[in-house]
Each structure stands twice: as C-alpha cells, then as structure tokens.
C-alpha cells in the first residue's frame, strides 16, 4: 500500500469512521476525491450508495455550491442515522469549482440541529466538515 493511501486511510480512521459501519454516500460523482472514498470503504463494513433504505452508521457527503440546498441536503442526511452519527460534509476547497462558504456550511447546519466540528483536508481538492447529529433524550426512556 502506497503511502498516500495509508494516509488517507489513517485519516478516515481520525474523522470517525469505524469497522463494522454502514456508511451511506451521498453526492459521489466523478470529481470525488478518489483514494479518500476506497479508504473510508475499506475501513468499514459496507459503503452504501444513496438508494440505501436500512439506516446507516454515518454518512459520507460529497457537495458541491451547484447541487442545490445544503440545508436539505443534510437534513435529509439526519433521516438516513441514528442520533449522534457521524455525517462528513465534504465540499471543494477554497477556488475550487463548487466551493461553498464556511458561513454556509455552518448557518445550513445550524438549521439541521447539526453539531459542527473541525474538519481536516481531504487531499488536494476537497475538505471536510464532522456534523454530528444530536444525541435525544428520548431513546433513553425505552
């Protein structure tokens, strides 16, 4: 295994990702960072694609400025998880083509009921925001 390749696999690792997770991918096309996407799915149990339906562990989501609403986009990620999933928003750096604002990003989580964390650089073209969906009070009361 080539060094980037341990190094994208040790940073999915770091951003959450976790044996035995269905992971759901949302956004994947082309321009995906590439070698990012096979660590995640060779870290975990089974990278699911959108059409997905069983609930899934985390969800991984690749957007761009032009693919609409990112608000709803992570809403609709939240119905896909438990309460207190991981959803890793990935969306172009900075100059890139489909860049979106970090005051976008942070305002549209804002409105899912998403906790924001730091997110680290996914190779060369792409970077990541953790969101975490809250934990309710409500599964405690089974």
């Known amino acids: 295994m080539s060094a980037t390749a341990d190094h994208a696999e040790s940073l999915a690792a770091r951003l959450g990702f976790q044996s035995e997770q269905v992971v759901q991918e949302i956004g994947y096309d082309d321009d995906v960072d590439q070698e990012f996407r096979d660590a995640v799915e060779k870290l975990v149990s089974e990278l699911a694609d959108e059409d997905y339906d069983e609930g899934a562990d985390a969800v991984l989501l690749w957007f761009r400025d032009e693919d609409g609403d990112l608000t709803d986009a992570l ?13 890793l928003l990935l969306t172009p750096k900075t100059g890139r083509d489909g860049y979106v604002e970090a005051s976008d990003i942070s305002e549209a989580a804002e409105t899912a009921g998403l906790s924001l964390a730091k997110g680290l650089a996914i190779g060369k073209e792409w970077t990541s925001t ?3 969906t809250p934990k309710t009070a409500a599964k405690s009361k089974r």
């Open 75 to 87: 809403v609709d990620a939240t119905e896909l998880v438990e309460d207190g999933a991981l959803i």
């Open 130 to 132: 953790k969101l975490v």
